[in-house]
Structure formats: C-alpha cells, structure tokens
C-alpha cells in the first residue's frame, strides 16, 4: 500500500513539474488589428500552423516555445499573404498591433501584414534599443566601426536569438559592409538555433566560393563514376575536355545528350574527352539513364544536387551547364551550343597541325 502511495505522489510530483515547466515556456499572442478584417489569421510555429477566427478585429495564439532560443515568426492570412516583419517569441505575454493592407503587383493581389507595435519581450525592447543607439550615432567616418561594435554586443550576449541572426544579415546588405569585420561576428553566433536559411544565406555571402571565369585555370576535383572508381579531372590534361552537368531527371539535358554523342564521335580520335557529372540523388536512375541513352564517356556523380561542392565551385544554377576546357586545363567557354564547340574544336584541331 505504501509502494503504491508512494508512486502515486512521484507521478503526482512529476505531472505538476511538467506542467509548471510547460507554464514557464509558454506564449501567448494577444493582437488588435486596425481596420476592419474578417476571416482567419494564421501563424507559423515549431513547423505547426496554427489558426485563429478574428473576432471583432481580435485575435490569440499560444504555445510551447525554448527556455533559451528566441524564435521568428510571422502571421499569414487564408490569401496570398507577406509581412513587413517578423515577431519574436518568448515565453511571456506578448501584445500586437497589426494592419492588413490590400495589395497589388502587377495582376496579383495580396494581404500586406504591417507590424505596427509589439511589447512584452525582452527581444523587442532590445531591438527598440539598438534602432535608438544607430540614430544617435554622428554620421562619421567611425559611424561603420560603432554600428558594428553594438551588433557584436548583442550577437555575444544573445547567440541563440534570431533577432541576432537578423541583425547580422541586414548588415550585411549595406553597400559599404565590411566582410571581413562581419565575419568575426558571425563566429560568435549560435548557427544551430538561428534559421537554417538566413545561415546558409549568411554563409554565402560572408564566405562565396570563388567562381571560375573564362581564362581561369578550372577548379579540378575528383568524383566517382558508376564502378565507384574515383576520376579526376587532372587526367584529361593534354586532351580538350567538356564537362556536362546534369541529371537522370533533367529534359533538357537528356535531350541534349544526342547532340553530344555526334560531337564526341566526330572528334574522340582528336584527342576531346566528355566528362558528365550527374547532380541526381537517386543512383539507380542515373545509371539507367547512362544505359538508355548509351553514354560512353567517362560519368561521374555528386548527388547533391544543386547543394554540391563541385556545382557551386562552378557556378552552376541550372541544367545542362557545360563548360569547355583546353588542353591545358583553361576554361575557354561556359555553355557554347554544340555549333560553338565544334568550330572552337576544329580551330584548335587546325592551329595543332600547322
């Protein structure tokens, strides 16, 4: 009997725990909107849309958030719908004012979701501080340096807020922004709990890969082909190259594929090598793809899509991209038409045999 008294009170125990625990992350939305609106509001949260019947221009949400990280969000209607900002949420009562404008660009109309005034977060009197610090400053040549000091504060205290995210990222948008000074911030943030978007966004612009011109040297690496035999593009030095990105699942490039089996037939005695790299993620239909369409020449995968290392040191952003290279390892053309590569071809053929 005492046992079982006695796991009746842990369970009390840990119930109640739970729920004060629950309490203490808990949101809550409470929002006016200006003018007149009629229908449902909806917000995004913890990959959840939430909705909620507007009532005499009034609305609540609420839910379970981090203790530590501050997320953003923001409010969408049942029509196309965009935000002039975003809300920052924390576990706290937090009050809203918004107006829903109707909008038109070019035939396509839409819900305009203006941000008017929130309180109630420690996010939002921090973002009220920094916007009151960079209107104070003097218009001078350390206005940059200052502006950059008061981002570095609140990125070191606040790593995990998005806000911070937020603050870097509009940063760098100014055109006089400083990378390198920016960089040294972006180390201090938390890039786990910010937006996996505005990261990568980040990262792009502070650390670009450096995109190859014509004239370049290529960048040369080395990927697998359907015997999982590493080839590597220095092997096709002394031999004029064209490299062909593609995929199983790309028309266009299927397409085109004919065309470079006459080209490679014409001029596979005259020293030009075809080297495909397939972006598809499925394997077994790369290889079909390779047996259908009869391809001989060397292919090789990445299967990262357009998120590959081999795709973004080259820049590309669609299918079929080819590029063209001499046989010293020199870009000489990024996507000629066949025509183009055959008379750049035969013009090198030529200048070989004087």
């Known amino acids: 009997m005492n046992l079982i008294k006695t796991i009746f009170v842990s369970l009390f125990l840990i119930v109640n725990l739970l729920s004060a625990q629950d309490e203490r992350n808990k949101f809550e939305i409470f929002g006016q909107i200006e003018g ?12 959840k849309k939430d909705s909620c019947l507007v009532v005499a221009n009034k609305f609540y949400f609420s839910g379970i958030t981090s203790e530590d990280i501050v997320y953003a969000t923001r409010f969408s209607t049942n029509r196309t719908s965009s935000m002039n900002k ?28 203006v941000l008017k005034d929130i309180t109630g977060t420690q996010t939002n009197e921090l973002e009220k501080e920094y916007l009151r610090y960079i209107e104070s400053l003097p218009r001078n040549e350390s206005w940059q340096k200052n502006k950059y000091k008061k981002i570095d504060e609140i990125v070191s205290l606040h790593p ?18 400083n990378f390198e000074d920016l960089k040294l911030i972006f180390h201090k943030i938390d890039t786990l709990a910010q937006n996996s978007n505005l990261i990568n966004k980040l990262k792009e612009i502070l650390y670009p890969l450096e995109k190859i011109k014509v004239g370049d040297f290529i960048t040369d690496f080395e990927l697998p082909n359907k015997n999982n035999v590493l080839i590597n593009t220095e092997s096709y030095r ?14 266009p490039c299927r397409k085109k594929i004919p065309q470079l089996i006459k080209l490679y037939e014409k001029f596979k005695l005259n020293n030009v090598k075809i080297l495909s790299v397939s972006l598809d993620v499925d394997r077994q239909k790369w290889l079909k793809a ?13 299967n990262g899509e357009f998120d590959g290392e081999v795709v973004k040191a080259y820049g ?8 063209l290279i001499d046989n010293n390892g020199i870009l000489i053309a990024i996507d000629p038409s066949i025509q183009e590569m055959e008379n750049i071809i035969m013009e090198k053929i030529n200048k070989k045999s004087e």
């Open 316 to 323: 590309v952003k669609a299918i079929p991209s080819i590029f």
């Open 290 to 302: 390779i047996q259908k369409e009869k391809i001989e020449w060397d292919n090789v995968i990445e």
């Open 86 to 113: 975003d809300v920052f949420l924390e576990n706290k009562k937090i009050y809203v004012t918004i107006e829903i404008q109707r909008k038109k660009y070019n035939k396509t109309e839409y819900d305009w979701i």
């Open 238 to 251: 002394g031999n004029i190259l064209i490299i062909d990105f593609w995929a199983s699942w790309c028309a």
């Open 160 to 177: 995990k807020n998005h806000f911070s995210g937020e603050l870097l990222y509009f940063a760098t948008q100014d055109s006089i922004a």
């Open 36 to 47: 007149n609106y009629n229908g449902y509001l909806f917000f995004n949260h913890n990959n």
